[in-house]
């Protein structure tokens, strides 16, 4: 099993910045994917970045110009910078991650953070 803790989020004003961080637990799991999602009240999850492993090499990607993301392998932790937040980026975020057992790598395993809220507001 994977507990992933988030940290970071807060109250922000426009144009502000914030930056969240999500750690996984010690585990037997080989974590290959770690990302970020964000979701509102009525609305289904939205991916916003996300960091794959493969032979220890990160390959990072954000959906938003003004977020960055980025992960420290051996520590399994993943970070999300995000700059100019706007109020649209008000949201409850989620670390996610995904991995297997190294005996049994084509068998899948997924988790997800409690959440941490970002909202920005002047």
């Known amino acids: 099993q994977v507990q992933l803790d988030e940290s970071g989020g807060g109250l922000v004003q426009p144009g502000g910045s914030l930056r969240l961080s999500c750690t996984a637990s010690?585990?037997?799991?080989?974590?290959?994917?770690m990302a970020w999602y964000r979701q509102t009240p009525g609305n289904q999850r939205e991916l916003v970045a996300t960091?794959?492993?493969?032979?220890?090499?990160n390959y990072c990607e954000s959906m938003k110009d003004r977020f960055t993301i980025s992960r420290e392998t051996t520590k399994n932790t993943v970070y999300l910078q995000m700059y100019a937040l706007k109020p649209e980026d008000s949201a409850v975020y989620f670390c996610?991650?995904?991995?297997?057992?190294?005996?049994?790598?084509?068998?899948?395993?997924?988790?997800w953070g409690q959440g941490t809220q970002v909202t920005v507001s002047s």
């Open positions: 010690r585990t037997a799991f080989v974590i290959g994917l």
């Open positions: 996610h991650a995904r991995g297997a057992l190294f005996r049994f790598p084509d068998r899948t395993y997924e988790w």
């Open positions: 960091c794959s492993t493969r032979d220890y090499t």
